[in-house]
């Protein structure tokens, strides 16, 4: 549309002005006419090819040419060119710039009409050329508009790229928790259980049947634990409630450590996903702690304070042989992001006094 309407002013002015000649006034009202319509086009060009200063003086030339086009012109549209060209001072030069322009603009304009330095111009009041200033306000206009939707759309932009970013992150974490629940579950497990798998096929050579069934029977127990856990890692990925003092108290008991739990403080039900981290810490040293002290004893005390709510889960040492293996070394760092996810801290470690020395505690303290 806009490149229309200056084809349209320029072709308009093309068959309109007059004297158009190869010599004399015809010459330089042709030139003119020339210097005003590449002026008038150019403001189509995209605003990177001219600097600021290359703009202030292709405009500067252009409204210059056409007011001295409007005084040599005989008759014509020639006004035209100075109202377009204000207009789009206003929209591309800053305010400083625009203004003052804009009023040059009139003033030569309107003392070309009211000196009568062209000729057929006792028609037009001086006061028109004053007029030629005034599309500065509506260029001003457009390109506070302009400006304005251009940082809607960048905002916009911004907080689509915040958007998708926070979502990339919420997905990291989610797969990180997921992680730890397939390594809580079954990592450990499956370890176990090929672990009495090659003991069986060790035995079988023996032939002792009684190890055999006992180590079999080992491995049915891990294998019914394992669809526990399973259980509550659906649970956990669920986002359902589990009690915790229900769910620890069954877990220690599973694990072969009768009445291994102790509570002091003032129960309380913490949130869901305190829940959910303390049991899988819970879950995670009771295991290690009977793959690499097996036989020994395992107690868990859980601690409600006022500020906090810590968990402490510590073994003896073993008594029985503790059976040559290499862990997936994710089990401590899994703890510790879990904790940290509460913005808690976790202590693990050897047990250096007391009845259980020589064996690891590990502790978490969860605020709230």
């Known amino acids: ?26 010459l330089l009202v042709a030139a003119l006419l020339v210097v005003s319509s590449a002026a008038l086009m150019a403001r189509h060009l995209p605003e990177a090819r001219f600097p600021p200063r290359v703009a202030l003086v292709w405009l500067t030339t252009g409204v210059v040419a056409s007011a001295a086009l409007i005084g040599v012109g005989r008759t014509g549209s020639t006004y035209l060119f100075a109202y377009f060209l204000v207009g789009h001072i206003g929209y591309r030069l800053p305010l400083k710039q625009a203004l003052p322009l804009a009023v040059l603009t009139s003033l030569l304009c309107g003392g070309v009409l009211y ?43 911004s907080a689509e790229r915040a958007a998708r970013a926070e979502a990339r992150t919420a997905v990291l974490t989610e797969r990180g928790r997921i992680a730890r629940d397939v390594h809580d579950v079954l990592a450990h497990s499956l370890a176990g259980i090929n672990m009495q798998l090659e003991l069986v096929d060790a035995l079988i050579d023996t032939g002792d049947l009684e190890k055999v069934r006992e180590a079999n029977g080992k491995a049915h127990s891990l294998v019914k634990e394992s669809l526990k856990q399973a259980q509550w890692t659906v649970h956990a ?125 590990v502790e978490a303290v969860i605020p709230g």
């Not at 549309?1 to 015809?26: D, E, K, Y």
């Not at 050329?129 to 457009?142: F, K, Q």
Request: hydrophobic share 45%; charged share 15%; aromatic share 2%.
């Open 115 to 157: 000196f009568r330095l062209g000729p057929g111009h006792e028609a037009l009041h001086w006061t028109l050329g004053l007029t030629v200033g005034a599309p500065v306000v509506a260029g001003i206009l457009s390109r506070s508009r302009q400006r304005a939707m251009e940082a809607v759309l960048s905002s916009a932009a």
């Open 1 to 26: 549309m806009q490149w229309a309407i200056s084809l349209a002013v320029v072709v308009a002015a093309i068959v309109t002005v007059r004297p158009l000649a190869t010599s004399g006034r015809g």
């Open 237 to 361: 990925l669920r986002e359902d409630a589990l009690p915790l003092l229900g769910s620890l108290s069954a877990m220690v008991e599973s694990s072969g450590h009768r009445d291994g739990l102790t509570v002091t403080g003032t129960v309380r039900e913490p949130p869901v996903q305190v829940t959910q981290h303390l049991l899988r810490v819970a879950q995670e040293a009771l295991t290690n702690a009977a793959r690499h002290a097996p036989g020994g004893d395992a107690g868990v005390e859980l601690t409600f304070d006022a500020a906090s709510t810590t968990l402490r889960i510590r073994n003896g040492p073993a008594t029985r042989a503790v059976t040559a293996g290499a862990g997936s070394g994710m089990g401590l760092i899994g703890m510790r992001e879990r904790v940290a996810l509460l913005g808690g801290t976790m202590t693990a470690g050897p047990v250096t006094e007391g009845p259980d020395q020589g064996g690891w505690q």
